[in-house]
């Protein structure tokens, strides 16, 4: 969203206005600048695997790249290393110490027949000469990324101490030719599948709490509407069709209700709706636009975008309907508010002297921090342990998707190799 107007048709069509033609099934490409303060050198082995398995699908060197990815961790160059062990008794610790590894993995891949395998990797500490993670799996080769992820995630939670979000999920639009989809992939880009299609455009995708759902806005009727569609079965309902636009879907914190955007009678306001369609309530009333609903973590506040002080800002609101409150006061135009999931952060679009950036805002104390470096960022998304914030952005001249982590050191371009993509959100994890 660019500018908030007196009508929400002109919100909706700006968010479609950077969409244009992607590959279905194609990964986002990474590129990363930056790194973190303290970043651990890690050595990821490859594994010991059957011939015949490509490197893109090989499993040290998935790892390796989520690993990297996350700006959390060096990890280290073995191509120069004489002996490349695959288990633990195997390793010299010297030679891995001396390459100032502090920790490494060894693992290996072992056909079952019939198209499974079983996979074992150990997670060793160099300097103590002690396994920290021992861990293995059953597999049928479609599985091998997902592993891959799970190991990823296994060995930054052990070395970090917070959860990984590799193999977690994100969402996003693409426009192929003429036609809309939303699709869902892995948090690296690989795996993407079609949600809906449409020749009309599809608008702010929204997960539910537990990843099982995702609620979206089609213009396939010429008109705006709000839909739920299940990620599992592919069944959809319609969530909102009254008389004006139904815009903006927001999931309440658990899965109970959404918070959505109508002109129903009047101009854009937010309203409550059950998660079965029922029970609908306004919250907000005035003369002004208000739209982008978000839910508090806690459920009980709705942030979201306006327009009554003359220029946008962000506002909250109780959940049970009040009096709102402003809460962005640098800079005069600020949109698209999200959490970050344990509820400290706030992150948004800033218009920072005519370009468009992700800022950070500390709740407890008001402190602003851009993050970005683009000049038309926006649908800014927290990752679901809060260290990334997922976003679209511009570049070249067409749409891609980007990423910096919430302490502005790492920042990632994640660009398809046509065409361009917009609007994503990052699924929880899962429970």
Do not use: C
Not at 172 to 199: C, E, M, P, W
Not at 342 to 362: E, P, S
């Amino acid at each position: 969203m660019k500018v908030i107007s007196n009508s929400i048709i002109s919100l909706l069509m700006l968010a479609v206005s950077f969409l244009a033609s992607t590959q279905a099934n194609a990964a986002l490409e990474i590129e990363i600048s930056g790194g973190g303060a303290q970043q651990i050198p890690v050595a990821i082995l490859p594994f010991a695997e059957p011939a015949g398995i490509s490197s893109k699908d090989s499993i040290h060197e998935i790892v390796a790249a989520d690993l990297k990815r996350s700006g959390m961790f060096r990890v280290l160059d073995t191509r120069g290393m004489a002996n490349l062990p695959t288990s633990p008794n195997q390793i010299k610790y010297a030679e891995w110490s001396a390459l100032q590894a502090q920790a490494m993995t060894v693992g290996t891949v072992e056909s079952l027949g019939g198209g499974r395998f079983k996979v074992t990797f150990q997670l060793m500490d160099v300097l103590k000469q002690t396994q920290l993670i021992g861990m293995d799996y059953q597999i049928t080769s479609s599985q091998v990324r997902a592993t891959a992820h799970k190991i990823a995630d296994a060995i930054y939670e052990k070395l970090t101490g917070e959860r990984g979000v590799f193999g977690s999920r994100i969402a996003y639009i693409n426009k192929i030719g003429k036609r809309y989809t939303l699709q869902v992939s892995d948090a690296d880009g690989f795996n993407a599948q079609n949600v809906v299609s449409s020749n009309e455009p599809i608008i702010s995708p929204a997960w539910s709490p537990d990843g099982s759902k995702m609620a979206y806005v089609s213009f396939e009727k010429k008109k705006p509407i709000v839909y739920v569609q299940s990620l599992t079965s592919g069944a959809r309902k319609v969530l909102a069709n009254y008389k004006g636009n139904n815009s903006a879907p927001s999931w309440s914190p658990d899965g109970s209700k959404l918070a959505i955007v109508l002109t129903y009678g009047a101009n854009s306001q937010i309203y409550i709706i059950d998660a079965d369609g029922g029970n609908l309530k306004q919250v907000t009333k005035s003369n002004a636009i208000d739209t982008e609903p978000a839910y508090s973590p806690d459920g009980k506040f709705i942030y979201f975008s306006s327009d009554r002080g003359g220029k946008p800002q962000i506002y909250k609101v109780p959940a049970s309907g009040g009096d709102a409150t402003r809460v962005t006061f640098e800079g005069a135009y600020n949109v698209s508010p999200h959490f970050s999931p344990d509820g400290r952060y706030l992150t948004y679009i800033r218009n920072d002297g005519g370009k468009f950036k992700v800022a950070l805002q500390d709740l407890s104390n008001g402190q602003v921090q851009l993050l970005s470096e683009g000049s038309q960022d926006e649908s800014p998304s927290f990752s679901p342990n809060g260290r990334l914030i997922l976003y679209a952005t511009k570049v070249r001249g067409r749409g891609t998707l980007a990423a910096v982590s919430s302490d502005g050191r790492v920042r990632q371009k994640l660009s398809e190799s046509t065409g361009d993509v917009r609007e994503p959100a990052w699924a929880p994890l899962a429970k």
